[in-house]
């Protein structure tokens, strides 16, 4: 069999010398550390199929031919397998093949023998149970509840053991059958080969299915680093994807579709305008207070939806007085809460109004039904508290236009969890409070291209009313995807494979990309 050694200075490189030895049927027969670096020993799947269907008869052959009728070479090639055979550590009859390719360290003679002395093994066991006796006692060593594919499950992780030397592997205990077989076990696992032959070959094509779908996956990450070589501007723009915070969904939705026949420069500019078209923001002229009606803002603890309704009063007052806005808070948790919309609301000349259920709500909307703007502050809650359906059910009025304040700074998980907790509720927008706390914008713009989420407004710090921007794709777009300095967050190119590895599950696909 030809199974060739490859030494590289880790697993990785050394992984993608055996594929490019032996393509995509490559099998790894072992891994381990050495001096000289991490080392590989693989074949091809082929090779391995006609090695396993070839090492039972021969091996009964070999036993068959008596001493006196072998030649002056047969002796010397039975001795060469006999002194390699002594050589083998011993096996444990019960262990798994991933087990003992680890024990072995896999020459291609060493491997033959294990073959031979594995497939014999088994067809004793079949033997065995087909006489009524492993029924009745069990062997030895064996344990009669492992199910059939417990060596199959086991076979993949040979290809991923962590790297460890010699004097750190456990010790394995002693097997009770050692590779050097007596004649008569020869004799009969020769008899019994034609009846299991086709239970190891289903064996033996179960292993290497699993084997390939373990391998599949890590030479995804080797694709994903040899295409990032033949196409320098798409790992750029890879890199500018990860270090702004964006996902690998939107950033493989991307660049999936980046024409190929951009140069470095048109290519930074048709990816901001391919992200700018996917982001939806406010096409109607003016504030909000120039639209009117009810507005309601929800959202997790801490993320200024207070000071936000105290921006968006001051609005409306400033373009239309104060007796056009009307203030109602529920926000009966959190300690001085109303008195700090009331705070707000003497300096703008409004009176604010404190509704403590459903009921008392209807009847501060009816007395303020001549308001041009009504702004209702809710109780922070967090996105698991379920409380949260028991606030819904008071802003179930549909006359009620409800804001989701989102924190700008947040992690794109815990954005992806506020977003699922009013899923269930039509928003009428989003305002991006905490802007200039922000470190990164990505995730942020990222969320809300996920979610094809209208983002209505932008607040940009703590002064009532001057912290406030109309949103702008194209600035939230460039400010996101912005130079940013050295951060220990940040992937080095080397390792965005990683990134990059599985394809995440999403139904997003970007709008509007062309050249």
Partial sequence: MNAQRFVAPNSREAM???????????????????????????????????IAAQAAPAAAARSALPEASVGRSGRATLGLQQRAAAQLPPLSPDSSVAQDTETL???????????????????????????????AAPTRGSDPARPPSADAMALPFAAEATPRSAAARPTRPAAAQSATATPRADTRAAAAAPAGTAAEAAALAQQLDTLKALMEERFQMLAWLGQSRLNPIQSQLMHKFVRAGYSPTVARAVLERLPAHLGAADAWRWTLEVLTRNLRVAREPGNLCDEGGVFALIGSTGVGKTTTAAKLAAQCVKAYGANSVGLITLDTYRVAGFEQLRAYGRMLGVVAHLAHDRAALQDLLQL?????????????????????????????APQIKKLLVVNAGGHGDTLD??????RDTPLHGVILSKVDEAAKLGPAVDTLI?????????????????????????TLVRLSMGGHGKSAFEPSRAELPFFFTDPVVSNWQPEGAHA
């Fill in 368 to 396: 303020l039904a001549n308001k041009r703007m009504v702004i209702i502050d809710t109780a922070g809650l967090g996105q698991k508290d379920p409380r949260i359906q028991d606030m819904l059910a008071q802003l179930a």
């Fill in 450 to 474: 996920r979610h094809q989420a209208v983002v209505r407004g932008l607040s940009t710090g703590q002064r009532v009313p001057e912290d406030w921007q109309r949103a702008d794709a194209a």
């Fill in 16 to 50: 993608a010398l055996a594929r490019a030895a032996f393509g995509e049927q490559a099998v790894i027969l072992s891994s381990r550390s050495t001096e000289q670096g991490f080392e590989v020993v693989a074949t091809s799947e082929d090779q391995l199929s006609s």
């Fill in 417 to 422: 969890d506020v977003f699922a907790a009013y």
């Fill in 105 to 135: 360290a896999m020459s291609t003679l060493s491997f033959q023998e294990y073959v031979r002395e594995r497939m014999l093994r088994k067809r004793r066991e079949a033997l065995q149970g087909a006489g009524g006796a492993a029924a």
